[in-house]
């Protein structure tokens, strides 16, 4: 599986981007899929993730809930970040990654695949 992931950029604080991240492959619709960003100087950190079963399940770390919503597209073979409200510490490189299990796992490790990244930046 390979992941590309796009729609990051420069955007004022309070505003909002939409990434995207499309997979290669036909097994897309058996892949949990995640985002997770990395800021200048600080480790990964896991932001949301939808199940491949289940209806979708999400989740979400607490720093984004309410503000960020992820969603896929089985036909399209892509997930959607769509980042509102966006504050200056969500500045960070946002990567889509793909995995082989089952719920929404938080953790990296649990991940196959990743995308090469996206950089988001959000000014005060």
């Known amino acids: 599986v390979q992941l590309q992931a796009s729609g990051g950029g420069l955007v004022q604080a309070g505003g909002s981007l939409r990434l995207s991240c499309a997979a290669s492959?036909?097994?897309?619709?058996?892949?949990?899929m995640g985002w997770f960003r990395q800021a200048p100087g600080k480790e990964r950190e896991f932001v949301t993730a939808?199940?491949?079963?289940?209806?979708?399940?999400?989740a979400y770390a607490d720093s984004v809930k309410g503000r960020f919503t992820i969603s896929r597209d089985n036909a399209k073979n892509t997930v959607y970040l769509q980042m509102n409200s966006l504050k200056p510490e969500d500045t960070a490189v946002y990567y889509c990654?793909?995995?082989?299990?089952?719920?929404?796992?938080?953790?990296?490790?649990?991940?196959?695949?990743w995308g090469q990244g996206t950089l988001v930046t959000v000014s005060s």
């Open positions: 492959g036909r097994t897309f619709r058996s892949y949990a």
């Open positions: 939808i199940s491949w079963n289940n209806g979708g399940i999400t």
């Open positions: 990654a793909a995995g082989v299990v089952g719920g929404t796992p938080r953790h990296s490790a649990s991940y196959d695949y």
